[in-house]
């Protein structure tokens, strides 16, 4: 699986472990950064980073890492086709991806340890959507406040 990657300040440290985790698992990983560590960067550059490679196909899913993962999210979110939640646990990352078809997972760098999140990143890259009847009807109503909002 092609996956984006990116990390403000505070997730910078984490950001690194959990792509060197990925690669060594079999992903290709597409780092969109930082590359270095920068207390005056902003998370919202890397979650737009991050959204456009999967909207434009270079990437089938992103990971995002900031301080809480909370702002990764509302931010990445803001673009059409993007659905970004913040997943502390293994439950919620593979089900996000069954049942809402999540396609950006975000993690607090302050908020989970490094294991955990790894656990996390396992059970969100080997999730698929179901694509259940149901659960294809709650993504066309997504859609559909994604394409009125967008006017």
């Given at each position: 699986?092609?996956?984006?990657?990116?990390?403000?300040?505070?997730?910078?440290?984490?950001?690194?472990?959990?792509?060197?985790?990925?690669?060594?698992?079999?992903?290709?990983?597409?780092?969109?950064?930082?590359?270095?560590?920068?207390?005056?960067?902003?998370?919202?550059?890397?979650?737009?980073?991050?959204?456009?490679?999967?909207?434009?196909?270079?990437?089938?899913?992103?990971?995002?890492?900031?301080?809480?993962?909370?702002?990764?999210?509302?931010?990445?979110?803001?673009?059409?086709?993007?659905?970004?939640?913040?997943?502390?646990?293994?439950?919620?990352?593979?089900q996000?991806?069954?049942?809402?078809?999540?396609?950006?997972?975000?993690?607090?760098?302050?908020?989970?340890?490094?294991?955990?999140?790894?656990?996390?990143?396992?059970?969100?890259?080997?999730?698929?959507?179901?694509?259940?009847?149901?659960?294809?009807?709650?993504?066309?109503?997504?859609?559909?406040?994604?394409?009125e909002?967008?006017?």
């Amino acid at each position: 699986m092609r996956i984006a990657v990116a990390g403000d300040h505070n997730g910078f440290t984490m950001k690194n472990d959990l792509a060197s985790h990925l690669a060594q698992t079999g992903h290709k990983v597409l780092d969109l950064g930082p590359e270095r560590l920068d207390p005056d960067d902003d998370y919202p550059d890397y979650a737009r980073a991050v959204a456009k490679a999967i909207v434009s196909g270079e990437a089938d899913r992103g990971i995002l890492v900031c301080g809480s993962g909370v702002g990764a999210s509302v931010a990445a979110n803001k673009v059409p086709g993007i659905r970004a939640s913040v997943c502390h646990d293994t439950y919620s990352a593979h089900q996000g991806v069954e049942h809402d078809d999540m396609n950006v997972l975000c993690l607090g760098a302050r908020i989970i340890g490094l294991e955990a999140a790894r656990e996390a990143v396992n059970a969100f890259v080997t999730g698929r959507f179901t694509g259940e009847e149901r659960h294809q009807r709650r993504l066309e109503k997504v859609r559909a406040m994604e394409k009125e909002a967008s006017g």
